[in-house]
């Protein structure tokens, strides 16, 4: 058999697969949720004072499984091709303005509030490391909540005064320096930012839930 022939049959499996496990979710009450994490590296706080928080409660959360073959599992990680939001994240990965974080998506129940179970979400990289819990519930509409955080070791300049000037005069003392502001270059230092908001959401559509440091593009698809 061919290889062209091998991947033509491999694809045709996958995508009656595909066809019939969103049959399947859907009977069963479950919901496929894909989600993107990015990083904005060119983010503008004014200034804004980020206060230290404890870190998100991952205790109970419930970890991504490795995918191995429908059909597929809850909480088990779906491959690539079955992902609806490649687009955004490629462009996000092309982007000098982003960084990609995190893109996965799995299959689960979402109940009332007290009976969903919370998701993992976690990801390690050299100059980041993101790690919280996406919390899932159903009444009316469909509710979201993400609680994240990330923290940055990326090398960030700090502003510093003029350095202060002595010369020889009476008091021994120089007039100030004109209050211009010198940047340098600090040693890598970790800095850290919580998202933790509560979105109302509905089925089928793309939600962008955003924060001055990072954001997320969430999308919940009944029956997968």
């Not at 059909?71 to 996000?92: K, S, V």
């Not at 003392?173 to 109302?200: G, K």
């Amino acid at each position: 058999m061919t290889s062209l022939l091998r991947r033509t049959l491999l694809t045709t499996g996958l995508a009656a697969g595909l066809s019939v496990c969103a049959a399947n979710l859907q009977a069963a009450g479950l919901y496929k949720v894909e989600m993107i994490v990015f990083a904005n590296l060119n983010a503008d706080d004014g200034g804004e004072f980020w206060p230290e928080l404890p870190p998100p409660e991952t205790g109970s959360a419930t970890p991504l499984s490795t995918w191995d073959g429908y059909p597929a599992q809850r909480f088990e990680q779906l491959p690539n091709n079955n992902l609806r939001l490649g687009g955004d994240a490629a462009a996000l990965s092309r982007s000098p303005n982003y960084t990609l974080l995190y893109h996965k998506a799995w299959i689960q129940p979402i109940g009332r509030p007290s009976s969903t179970p919370k998701a993992l979400i976690e990801a390690e990289f050299d100059d980041y490391k993101l790690e919280g819990v996406l919390t899932l519930h159903r009444q009316r509409f469909l509710h979201a909540q993400p609680h994240l955080q990330l923290t940055s070791y990326r090398q960030q300049p700090v502003r510093l005064p003029p350095p202060a000037q002595l010369e020889g005069n009476e008091n021994n003392m120089a007039p100030a320096e004109p209050s211009v502001a010198r940047m340098i270059d600090a040693a890598p230092a970790a800095n850290t930012w919580q998202l933790n908001q509560s979105r109302r959401m509905k089925s089928n559509e793309t939600h962008y839930i955003d924060h001055p440091k990072f954001g997320v593009l969430l999308r919940i698809q009944p029956g997968g």
